[in-house]
């Protein structure tokens, strides 16, 4: 009987022990913090601070781009090319009528002309006034003439020369005046100054223009540059040769390489900044002088 009492205590404390075990133990298990599986790969977010970027806008620029003039008045009588022709330097686009200053060119010439003929008259002369001369002073000296007629002969032949050095300044004047005229009728001619497109042309064929209407706009196709501006504290930012990316809203996913080409050596101090020049290199695809463009630059590189 005490066998079985013993028996029935001892599993009713072993069962109370076992108890508080797993008591005590829950407690930590259900505070304990989970620990993710890819808890050592996350990284924080980049700050992306936008104090630290600068973006310049500009247009997209070519070096030779010029409105033509008329350089004189006159009627325009012929044009020979149109927008949008590509011509080449030398090329003639168009004429003004040269009929009067042709006129006018001939007639100096002719006075040029006629001049010269003069010029060579009073040098055969002062050759005769010279030879009378040498006589003269052969005759003094055999007593056969007088002081007086000597001296007549030596000023006659000085004359002569002083009167050709006068015909000679006047033939001068009157080539002077020839190129004048050839000038004048070079201005008629309106020619191409360099290899491009004309872009725009601004009169008609009969129309009278005077000195200083544009005619034809006339730009390069190439290389095209950008030129910006930027404040005195990013003087340090670029350098000359420096590579930087170019583009435009107008070519959507277009990115073009640009070179640094110059950097004013000097700061504006009516604004505080200083030019930079910028000339692409490699295909040019959709971009085109005059389309806005802009550069990124980092601040803090």
Known sequence: MRSIIASIVFA????????????????????????????????PAAVVNPDTS????????????????????????????????RVKAGTLLAELDDRQIAANLEA?????RSISADI?????????????????????????????????????????????????????????EE???????????IIAPFDGVIARRYVREGQNVVKGDRLFWVTAE???????????????????????????EDAPGERHMARVREISPVIDPSSGTFEVLVELIGDRRSLRPGMAAHVILDSQR
């Open 54 to 85: 600068v973006t310049v806008t500009g247009p997209i620029i070519v070096e030779h781009q010029v409105d033509l003039a008329a350089q004189r008045d006159g009627v325009l009588q012929k044009i020979f090319f149109d927008a949008p022709a």
């Open 120 to 176: 060579k008259n009073w040098e055969a002369e002062a050759q005769v006034l010279k030879a009378d001369y040498v006589r003269a002073q052969k005759l003094s000296k055999l007593g056969l003439i007088s002081e007086e007629q000597l001296e007549h002969a030596k000023y006659k032949a000085e004359s002569d020369e002083w009167d050709i050095k006068r015909v000679t300044e006047t033939l001068n004047t009157a080539h002077e």
């Open 12 to 43: 009713i404390a072993a069962l109370a022990s076992g108890c508080g075990e797993t008591d005590s133990a829950a407690p930590s298990v259900a505070n304990a913090a989970p620990t993710p599986a890819n808890a050592s790969t996350i990284k």
């Open 179 to 189: 190129h004048s005229l050839e000038l004048e009728l070079e201005k008629t001619k």
């Open 108 to 112: 100096a010439r002719a006075k040029s």
């Open 222 to 248: 190439g290389p095209l540059m950008m030129r910006f501006t930027l404040p005195e504290k990013e003087f340090s930012l670029l350098h000359r040769g420096e590579s930087l990316v170019v583009s435009s």
